[in-house]
DNA sequence: ACACTAAACGGACTACGGTCCGGATGTTAT
DNA sequence: ATAACATCCGGACCGTAGTCCGTTTAGTGT
């Protein structure tokens, strides 16, 4: 991580965990042990057999730990994968909020928003499926922290480049375009590129910016 | 319809219903009478409990047939979504392939763009989670032969505005913020009004069109 | 009418995500 | 050490999508 301590907010989303902000009581002794147990479990599985092979009985038979206990942790297969990604998403978040340019503060607008897309597709080829998972399904798919920080970052920068139409509907355009099972299947399916992926992210922002 | 026999393909993709298009043998007589009291029964339970309350257990109760029927006639969930829009998505079809313009042909590609997400979201708010279930889950959300078609459609339209930037990928960016999930999370969770929708998409395209 | 065949039927079965709650365990105060 | 309490644990349980295969039935040829 960049940036020790630069996460944003918890990217786990459910449950909160105690202590992990606040100054609230830490965790239990045993709780901690099958946390860990738990994410090396499910990272020697998708290591094995691929992130779809990761079931959450078989995570608990393979950690040695109950059923309850996973979702005790994790809330939710989805939240399971995005403790996974934690800390590449705490790196990524690190990067564009605080990094050095163009990524990062102190480029034009547009040229932030082209490298946020890049890596973002980057972050998303490199994780694969795992990224795919991180979304959760269910109402609250577009409600997950990071997922908003993402949307206000665009939407933020947006604004910095004068964009006067809706951006917030604008920005919610802009993040489909970077949706991970899309992205994923243009490249599978379709044997898209990752460099044509960013060359057409940079077509699109550049013209949004531009064409008011 | 506006125009019969205009379905392009028929809409519904598992199983390809023999005798829909080429002249093979016709729906033996108990599966088409299975196949109008599954879709009726369908329809009364999403009018009474929602469509989030039509299980394909419930279903195949209430229609009085066995569940492998329920999957031999729709293949899936979303299959069976798929056939309950049929008809509206066949007209869909037709009004911007065939109708008049500026939905259909005769109008500049622009103003096709813009009418043709209009009536989209308009589609989608219309119909509401029964277009966001009929999106298929799993691998081939993105092969369903409607959303292909839209993509092409898109495409198209890019190209004769002189979209010289790989206009697959345009196609599937904008795709991607016709997103039925997305347009009702908008309206339903931030209180987006459709015409907002509908201006923002405007300036989407409009921009992308004319940026280059 | 009858036999034959391909298609359709039905419901038991599996796999999976997620919930629940009685019992076990760690922490803390005395 | 002990008691009291909050937290955690585990695995039985549930609802749902989707599969399988032995049985039934609609069409067809004779």
Redesign the interface.
């Known amino acids: 991580m960049l940036f020790p301590g630069s996460r944003i907010w918890d990217v786990r989303f459910i449950p909160l965990e105690p202590g992990s902000l606040s100054g609230a009581s830490p965790e239990r002794r045993d709780a901690a042990r099958n946390r860990e147990r738990l994410l090396e479990a499910a990272r020697r599985l998708i290591e094995e057999c691929g992130a779809h092979a990761l079931t959450m009985d078989r995570l608990a038979e393979t950690a040695g730990v109950g059923k309850g206990t996973v979702f005790r942790r994790f809330g939710s297969r989805a939240g399971l994968m995005v403790a996974l990604l934690s800390d590449a998403e705490a790196d990524f978040q690190g990067r564009f909020m605080f990094g050095p340019p163009p990524l990062g503060p102190g480029a034009p607008g547009l040229d932030r928003l082209i490298a946020f897309g890049a890596q973002r597709i980057a972050f998303v080829l490199e994780y694969g499926d795992l990224a795919r998972a991180a979304e959760a399904?269910g109402p609250n798919?577009?409600?997950v922290p990071a997922v908003v920080l993402w949307h206000r970052h665009i939407e933020y920068l947006l604004r910095e480049e004068g964009m006067d139409?809706?951006p917030w509907?604008?920005a919610?355009?802009l993040s489909?375009?970077l949706?991970p099972?899309?992205l994923l299947?243009?490249v599978r399916?379709h044997g898209?590129t990752p460099e044509?992926?960013a060359?057409?992210?940079r077509?699109?922002v550049?013209?949004?910016v531009?064409?008011?």
């Open positions: 399904s798919r577009f409600e139409a809706d509907l604008m919610t355009s489909a375009a949706d099972e899309r299947h243009a399916v898209v044509r992926l060359d057409s992210w077509e699109l550049t013209r949004v531009r064409g008011g």
